[in-house]
């Protein structure tokens, strides 16, 4: 199901999010904001080798320097893990959207020092745009689908 899930996301974000990140400034990125909920609801051996797979995808079929996806998407599995270990309460909405704040600076930070270039007004546009989603999904995992109380080991009514 999660590599399904992995190439619906792959397929959006070359396909109609590619093209609407040309025209529109806060356009979240979709395999950024999917490794933040896997990693964060999930665990990191889990995660790695989804974010192994979707940024080759993306590397082949992408428009970056080839290999820039593979390295961004494994960077954000461990600062997610790190963060997640170390810092921050799994629970807590605030770590949560804060650490996907955190991981959305890591592929525009990278592509800058590939390119020698950067545009902070994309950039904190599409942070913006990773955590309005990120929240959202954020809602929808913890709270709809009441996924701390599976965790927990609690019965749902």
């Known amino acids: 199901m999660k590599w399904l899930m992995l190439l619906v996301v792959v397929g959006l974000t070359i396909g109609p999010f590619g093209h609407l990140a040309q025209s529109a400034p806060m356009t979240p990125n979709l395999l950024v904001v999917f490794l933040w909920a896997m990693s964060w609801f999930r665990g990191r051996e889990q995660t790695l080798a ?30 997610i893990s790190l963060l997640k270990g170390r810092l921050l309460a799994t629970s807590s909405i605030l770590h949560a959207l804060l650490a996907l704040a955190v991981v959305s600076l890591i592929a525009p930070l990278l592509l800058s020092i590939a390119t020698g270039t950067i545009d902070v007004k994309e950039v ?22 009441r996924m701390f109380q599976r965790w927990a080991g609690r019965r749902i009514a």
């Open 50 to 79: 989804l974010a192994i797979g979707g940024g080759l995808l993306l590397d082949l079929v992408g428009w970056n320097w080839f290999g820039l996806w593979t390295i961004s998407a494994v960077a954000v599995v461990w600062v």
């Open 124 to 145: 904190s546009l599409v942070v913006l745009g990773n955590v309005l989603l990120g929240l959202i999904v954020y809602y929808l995992l913890a709270m709809r689908l």
